[in-house]
């Protein structure tokens, strides 16, 4: 059985690696290499998977909460994503690597019985990501 939760954070970023040239870099990102950044209010949905225990849950919502709060949330939540997120050093801020340092961040100090299922992110009403968790 899968339970999701949806958590909200604000966060800014530009995409832009130093791999390719200014020009390049704008060709392949378009307005998102516009140089001082932009926002998102990005909706992040974590999903775990197990078997209802003898409280007839499959995770205490409580210490999911907790868990996401402590390792995601407080360190991306109105941050630069360029520059104020470790998991992400040495990528280029897009939502997929943002899912994987989200991935990692949990797994961190996952400490649930339920397994971590899933990371999806929407980064707009248009773009919504999603990492099936190993
Ligand atoms: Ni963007």
């Given at each position: 059985?899968?339970?999701?939760?949806?958590?909200?954070?604000?966060?800014?970023?530009?995409?832009?690696?130093?791999?390719?040239?200014?020009?390049?870099?704008?060709?392949?990102?378009?307005?998102?290499?516009?140089?001082?950044?932009?926002?998102h209010?990005?909706l992040?949905?974590?999903?775990?998977?197990?078997?209802?225990?003898?409280?007839?849950?499959?995770?205490?919502?409580?210490?999911?909460?907790?868990?996401?709060?402590?390792?995601?949330?407080?360190?991306?939540?109105?941050?630069?994503?360029?520059?104020?997120?470790?998991?992400?050093?040495?990528?280029?801020?897009?939502t997929?690597?943002?899912?994987?340092?989200?991935?990692?961040?949990?797994?961190?100090?996952?400490?649930?019985?339920?397994?971590?299922?899933?990371?999806?992110i929407s980064e707009t009403a248009r773009n919504t990501f999603?990492?099936?968790?190993?």
């Amino acid at each position: 059985m899968r339970l999701t939760r949806r958590y909200h954070f604000a966060a800014s970023h530009r995409l832009n690696t130093d791999a390719l040239s200014p020009q390049e870099n704008a060709r392949l990102y378009g307005k998102c290499n516009n140089p001082y950044g932009h926002g998102h209010d990005y909706l992040l949905d974590i999903t775990v998977e197990g078997t209802p225990d003898a409280s007839g849950q499959i995770v205490n919502r409580e210490a999911l909460d907790w868990i996401v709060q402590a390792q995601v949330l407080e360190r991306v939540d109105h941050r630069n994503l360029n520059v104020d997120v470790p998991a992400l050093a040495g990528c280029v801020a897009t939502t997929e690597n943002l899912a994987f340092a989200v991935e990692s961040m949990l797994h961190e100090r996952w400490t649930l019985p339920a397994r971590l299922a899933r990371v999806r992110i929407s980064e707009t009403a248009r773009n919504t990501f999603e990492l099936e968790t190993k």
